[in-house]
């Protein structure tokens, strides 16, 4: 099969706004086992949002973009739904930068997916994230517009959020694609953390930028600043709710603020409202599966309205998230706008 044969049917993004699940959604309340459980973190979503002092902590982690959920993100934060987001670099920089640059991901072809040849993909310049398919060629141009972008900047540590501030202010200008993730976090001010920024396009993008500059002045990642950055949303806004899909560095990261809050000698208190959905097993002992009711132990997260989803996520978010749009409470939330944490403090420098 010739590469644009594989590279030919795309992706296209789930529109909460055109699905009214609230039925559904309310239907799986007197259900059992994953069903309620669902319905339940639905609602506690939309208690975080009915309530006017909560500031929402979305935190991604898995390949969710390039699996078709970004047009939900982006209308979350559109419309109010998310104040702050704590992601991998992947889903930031590989899958929603690189689809405002103007590319796309691919549903793999039937005829590939019954026998995966992996190693032709390789020499078809084709890389593949479980069933979908991305361009490699075209995600070199991703690593070298934030190449770019690094090479203007003046040279000094940026926290990841400051770094994506830069890549809105580039995708204001050159999107493609204007269905971003990056784009609306820029337009409407919620800021964007990626903790382990350079495990993405991000990073191909840098050590290119610092191979080049040699011993030179050049840009770096700063993750300690990252953490001190996202615990002043804590700070500055005490009352929390984490909206997390998967696990790992995010979802730890997000937890700890309040940790760290503590440490820097402020009672912020645990975060009061919390979503997981995840497929992770407990017995594993990875932090995927780490319950809620074990991060209150660490002083981390309220246990009044917390809920653990065991579902996928393309299956769970689009409900969570579709019935709280439906509600329509976040239309009577004012934007929290929390850069202008950051522009208040870089303002005074």
């Known amino acids: 099969m010739q590469k644009q044969q594989l590279l030919s049917e795309p992706i296209e993004h789930i529109d909460i706004t055109a699905h009214n699940v609230v039925p559904l959604v309310e239907s799986m309340q007197k259900m059992a086992f994953s069903a309620r459980d669902l319905a339940r973190a639905a609602d506690i979503y939309d208690r975080m949002l009915r309530d006017q002092e909560c500031g929402v902590i979305l935190c991604l982690a898995g390949s969710l973009i390039s699996a078709g ?30 689809e405002a640059l103007g590319f796309r991901h691919y549903i793999a072809e039937e005829r590939l997916k019954a026998g995966m040849d992996d190693s032709t993909l390789r020499d078809l310049h084709i890389d593949r994230i479980y069933d979908t398919l991305i361009d490699e060629d075209e995600l070199r141009i991703c690593d070298e517009t ?28 050159n999107a493609k694609d204007r269905e971003s993730i990056v784009l609306a976090a820029h337009e409407e ?19 290119a930028h610092i191979h080049e500059r040699g011993s030179g002045p050049k840009v770096g990642f700063d993750s300690a600043k990252d953490f001190y950055e996202l615990t002043q949303i804590k700070l500055k806004n005490p009352t929390t709710g984490i909206f997390m899909i998967g696990g790992g560095v995010p979802k730890n990261f997000t937890q700890d603020i309040v940790v ?49 989803v065991y579902s996928e996520a393309t299956v769970a ?33």
């Open 189 to 207: 001010q919620v800021p964007i953390f990626c903790p382990a920024f350079s495990d993405c396009s991000a990073g191909l993008g840098i050590v």
């Open 260 to 308: 760290a809050a503590d440490i820097l000698g402020h009672d912020a208190p645990m975060h009061k409202y919390a979503v997981q959905i995840t497929i992770a097993d407990v017995r594993d002992g990875a932090l995927s599966s780490s319950t809620l009711k074990e991060a209150s132990s660490w002083g981390k997260v309220d246990t009044t309205f917390e809920q653990m």
């Open 317 to 349: 978010v689009p409900l969570i998230a579709g019935y709280a749009y439906h509600r329509g409470n976040w239309k009577k939330r004012e934007a929290k706008q929390l850069s202008q944490i950051y522009a208040e403090a870089e303002a005074t420098v």
């Open 69 to 98: 959920l970004k047009k939900v993100f982006v209308d979350m934060v559109r419309n109010r739904m998310v104040d702050c987001i704590v992601s991998t670099g992947a889903n930031i920089v590989d899958q929603d930068f690189f």
């Open 146 to 173: 934030v190449k770019r972008i690094a090479d203007e900047l003046t040279p000094r540590a940026y926290s990841s959020r400051e770094f994506i501030e830069r890549m809105g202010q580039y995708l204001a200008e």
